[in-house]
């Protein structure tokens, strides 16, 4: 029998509905409103609200936590998902950074992943824009944390816009790792044009630069072209891609790493 997770009205309904439908993934409209006893009108206008703070994309009938070519997961999504292959790419990338170095690092969830091991090259000078991974790094010994400022964005828990872009772009770092959306064998993409503007200011700012996507992001493009595959000088992938995606960005590309997964 399927548990309903009763909420109050208004606000606590409307995030025990993002939740699940986090969960989920994907949820018809149908299901929400039995789930939660309220009308398909209301559970309309409960994912209007949602969508329109960047939790859920509505689709005819229903709602999902999914990226599309248009729309970016919420960070409370993306961090839930391939998580194995994130730590995968993230401990092939961490092999890659010297102690006594620098780092600069996007908002992504890959990125957050490689943020957690960063610990076991220091000395480190790591630079980024992601609130979570400077609450995350911010205790560790051995780094020398600078944070990237501008206009906080909650649905990425991240700082964007002019000051950042700005502030990337009085640096230079030994590498740069970022990771995006969606991957084509010529280009990177990404959905929302002030992360895209954050990220070009990046790569034009790293002496290397390391392109950290998981599989699912293989063979997919979104609205808005980051850079071609030519800016990257290593792109890292999970084992779980295809071995012929991979073939393809080799054919393109001369150096594209395979991170194996641990297999439960």
Same mark, same amino acid.
């Given at each position: ?13 409307? *995030? ?174 990404? *959905?929302? *044009? ?71």
């Amino acid at each position: 029998m399927k548990s309903r997770p009763r909420a109050a009205s208004g606000a606590s309904r409307r *995030q025990a509905m993002a939740e699940h439908v986090m969960r989920q993934g994907s949820v018809s409209m149908t299901e929400l409103a039995e789930i939660f006893e309220v009308s398909v009108m209301t559970v309309h206008r409960d994912l209007d609200l949602l969508e329109s703070q960047g939790m859920v994309r509505k689709f005819r009938g229903g709602a999902s936590a999914q990226a599309s070519s248009v729309f970016e997961s919420n960070i409370a999504y993306r961090k839930t998902a391939q998580t194995a292959e994130k730590e995968a790419i993230a401990r092939h990338v961490v092999g890659l950074i010297e102690p006594g170095s620098s780092v600069m690092f996007d908002d992504s969830t890959t990125a957050l992943a490689v943020a957690r091991h960063l610990g076991e090259v220091t000395p480190l000078t790591v630079v980024t824009n992601f609130l979570e991974a400077i609450r995350l790094l911010a205790p560790v010994p051995g780094i020398r944390l600078m944070a990237l400022g501008g206009e906080y964005y909650p649905t990425h828990d991240s700082f964007l816009g002019v000051a950042c872009v700005d502030a990337v772009e009085a640096m230079n770092t030994d590498t740069v790792v970022v990771s995006t959306s969606a991957v084509s064998d010529r280009h990177a993409f990404h *959905q929302e *044009q002030e992360i895209v503007l954050v990220k070009r200011a990046m790569l034009a700012s790293g002496t290397r630069c390391v392109l950290a996507v998981d599989h699912t992001k293989l063979d997919r493009v979104a609205l808005h072209r980051v850079a071609p595959l030519e800016a990257f000088d290593i792109i890292v992938v999970d084992s779980r891609a295809p071995a012929e995606a991979i073939q393809r960005l080799r054919d393109r590309h001369h150096r594209v790493d395979v991170a194996e997964v641990t297999e439960p």
